[in-house]
């Protein structure tokens, strides 16, 4: 089940649990692109991944994308491309009739596999590891200067700093909410720290109420549960259902544990994960959104002043 929550962060999709990879080997691995060895920059790119389709868009490249993921969805136009197989499932076959130039990847086993598969074949390849916030800033650096966008690199990733930025000035004077983030309900299943959602939370105004664990995404007992002082409970969408009827169901689960001050306090959030954990340019917005969650009296503050 832990593969089906990592997937969220990377694809708000069903997930597999990657490869714990360092920063030093992601390096290693994408200089088996000469990122700049084109005479001329690729003009033919394909995306198998929702946030590095996301990222070639906000770069400008949009009109180099000619096939992505068929679970792209954002931006809209997306919908007007090429699909080339699933993120966890590319189609080889699709890809290589799409002709292009530049195919550019996650990294994990079956998107190395096929990356692979595509350099001995002669194609370039730009194979990415992106699960937390620092590795989003080099990649799109790396995107950059393998497109001949570097500019445009350069100042999208000034623009999500900034935004994180303003938002942490926003949140200077608040005190720090324990959230617990749920990955998954039966068994139960949290983020731990060592993880892109710890990051999310901590931007956020919050505080992972799961101490150190050994796993990424611990199972937890319904005793760790009581004493863990959750004062807000975050779960991710799951599927394409309708967002109210999760929400209400999810008050409904937790219900059981009443004495939990989440639980008292009305604090149980459904958030859909497309924008909360998909780690490309909204980084921001998910932030801003689960801080609102966790800070409501903040935000109503920098609303009234505004107006």
């Not at 992601?26 to 692109?33: I, K």
């Not at 200067?145 to 935004?163: F, V, W």
């Not at 959750?230 to 799951?238: D, H």
Request: with cysteine.
């Amino acid at each position: 089940m832990k593969f089906l929550w990592i997937s969220l962060i990377v694809v708000s999709a069903c997930l597999v649990t990657f490869v714990a990879i360092s920063h030093h080997h992601n390096q290693d691995r994408t200089s088996g692109l000469n990122l700049t060895g084109f005479a001329n920059k690729p003009i033919r790119i394909v995306s198998l991944a929702p946030n590095l389709t996301e990222i070639l868009f906000a770069l400008g490249l949009g009109e180099r994308v000619i096939a992505v993921s068929s679970d792209s969805d954002y931006p809209v136009e997306t919908a007007n491309k090429n699909k080339v197989g699933t993120f966890w499932s590319p189609n080889t076959e699709a890809i290589i009739a799409s002709k292009p130039d530049l195919v550019i990847t996650e990294w994990f086993q079956q998107q190395t596999a096929v990356a692979d598969s595509l350099r001995r074949l002669g194609y370039q390849v730009l194979t990415l590891n992106i699960e937390k916030i620092e590795e989003l800033f080099a990649a799109i650096e790396k995107i950059g200067d393998a497109t001949g966008y570097e500019k445009h690199a350069d100042e999208l990733a000034k623009d999500i700093s900034k935004q994180l930025n303003d938002l942490q000035q926003e949140l200077a004077s608040a005190n720090k909410v324990k959230v617990l983030w749920v990955v998954q309900v039966e068994p139960l299943r949290v983020a731990g720290r060592n993880t892109f959602v710890n990051e999310l939370i901590e931007l956020a105004g919050g505080e992972n109420a799961i101490g150190s664990t050994i796993a990424q995404y611990p199972a937890i007992s319904s005793e760790e549960l009581l004493v863990c002082g959750a004062e807000a409970i975050i779960q991710s969408a799951m599927g394409a259902g309708d967002l109210a009827s999760q929400q209400q169901a999810a008050e409904v689960l937790w219900s059981r544990w009443s004495s939990l001050s989440a639980v008292k306090n009305n604090r149980i959030y459904v958030v859909q994960p497309n924008t909360t954990l998909r780690l490309g340019p909204r980084l921001s917005q998910g932030v801003e959104l689960i801080a609102h969650y966790l800070h409501p009296e903040i935000f109503a503050q920098t609303s009234c002043t505004t107006q």
